[in-house]
């Protein structure tokens, strides 16, 4: 059976369609390289496994839909080569706080520091087409399977009024009250900042800060903890919890 029968969507319609009326077993796909990532959807895209539109890595747009899937998400991390490996383990681990993370590394890579960082697997970007492409919506079936759809939030950052416009301040609001567990300040720092450097810690700091004053109005705060020189953001609280 051809794998593209495997999107339940593509099997009613001619692939040749809108992209967008194709479900897609990835919903998101970040690159550490979108050029050379391009490439590789170039070469995948017969196997229908890939969305059309890859993001670079600290794209708030990626980030939002991963937090406003309506079941499990699965993202696709591309890294076509090792220059960052010093850092990789890292920004997988700050991902799956948002997402399933299937990673593609270069052939020969070790797989066990990013396993243990908790990427759902890692596969050769290299694997011929079929092959990844199969692993990748196995992946999904999986996925699928055993990881129950994200519950309702305690609070439900969508439907407030104190809900920022600013598409930065939004995004750290839901990154607060829908991630999967509390965030490390370096992780959100990793996430926020662009490829090559993480955002800074004064520009973190402002934006809490700035959340912060809007959901005063509603006596809330944001609720963090600070332990030998690393913040943890725990999420929202208001004044009955103690800071």
């Known amino acids: 059976m051809p794998l593209a029968e495997l999107s339940p969507a593509s099997s009613l319609r001619p692939f040749d369609e809108a992209d967008d009326t194709i ?23 017969s196997q229908h496994v890939f969305p059309t539109l890859i993001h670079g890595w600290g ?11 309506r079941q499990g998400s699965l993202t696709v991390l591309d890294v076509p080569d090792g220059r960052w490996d010093e850092t990789l383990a890292q920004r997988v681990r700050a991902l799956s706080n948002l997402s399933a993370v299937v990673v593609l590394t270069p052939e020969g890579s070790d797989p066990a520091p990013l396993l243990l960082a908790g990427a759902a697997n ?20 999986w996925l699928d399977s055993r990881r129950p759809g994200r519950g309702a939030p305690v609070y439900a950052p ?32 990793l996430l926020l900042g662009p490829v090559d450097r993480p955002m800074s810690r004064r520009a973190l700091q402002a934006r809490i800060a ?19 020189g690393r913040t943890l953001l725990l999420g929202l609280s208001d004044g009955h919890d103690g800071a």
């Open 23 to 45: 479900t897609y077993p990835v919903d998101v796909v970040l690159s550490l390289h979108r050029e050379r990532t391009a490439a590789l959807l170039r070469t995948l895209r």
């Open 59 to 69: 794209a708030e747009r990626a980030y939002s839909t991963l937090l406003h899937a």
């Open 122 to 141: 890692v596969m050769s970007r290299t694997a011929p087409s079929r092959e990844l492409a199969g692993r990748i919506a196995a992946e999904r079936r």
């Open 158 to 189: 969508g439907g407030h009024p104190l809900r920022p416009r600013q598409s930065s301040q939004a995004l750290l609001l839901d990154m607060l009250c829908l991630a999967a567990r509390p965030w490390c300040c370096h992780e959100l720092r």
């Open 210 to 228: 700035r959340l912060d004053e809007r959901l005063s109005r509603a006596g809330l705060y944001v609720n963090c903890s600070t332990q030998r």
